[in-house]
């Protein structure tokens, strides 16, 4: 069983930068992807970023793509996602989660494939 805890979020200002973190337990976490999701108010949950369990591998979502960096530390059991040039679109909750599929080769995309939840940072961007 894995626990994640998210921190970082807060209120900025459209072009400012924020980090995320995801710190969880258990010593299993080194052995999983790790994604990063949103959700704005109204909208259902999307796919952010997510990095392999190595992290030689990442991907992301188009409209993030060149201005967040995910990255992870198995050492310290962390996950983070660095946020830059933020704007007001980027609003909403943002959630870690963690694929408990061992060593998986595979970087999901979908929600469904991930198994360990965060209770989400709200991260608020104005204008």
């Known amino acids: 069983q894995v626990q994640l805890v998210e921190s970082g979020g807060g209120l900025v200002q459209a072009g400012d930068s924020l980090r995320l973190s995801c710190a969880a337990s258990?010593?299993?976490?080194?052995?999983?992807?790790v994604g990063w999701f949103r959700q704005a108010p109204g909208k259902e949950r999307e796919f952010v970023a997510v990095i392999s369990w190595k992290g030689s591998s990442t991907r992301y979502a188009d409209s993030v793509k060149g201005r967040f960096a995910i990255s992870r530390d198995n050492a310290k059991n962390t996950a983070s996602l660095q946020m830059n040039n933020l704007k007001p679109e980027d609003t909403a909750v943002y959630f870690c989660?963690?694929?408990?599929?061992?060593?998986?080769?595979?970087?999901?995309?979908?929600?469904?494939?991930?198994?360990?939840w965060g209770q989400g940072t709200q991260v608020t961007v104005s204008s």
């Open positions: 989660a963690a694929d408990r599929t061992y060593y998986s080769g595979t970087l999901y995309i979908s929600e469904y494939e991930y198994d360990y």
């Open positions: 258990g010593s299993t976490f080194g052995s999983y992807a």
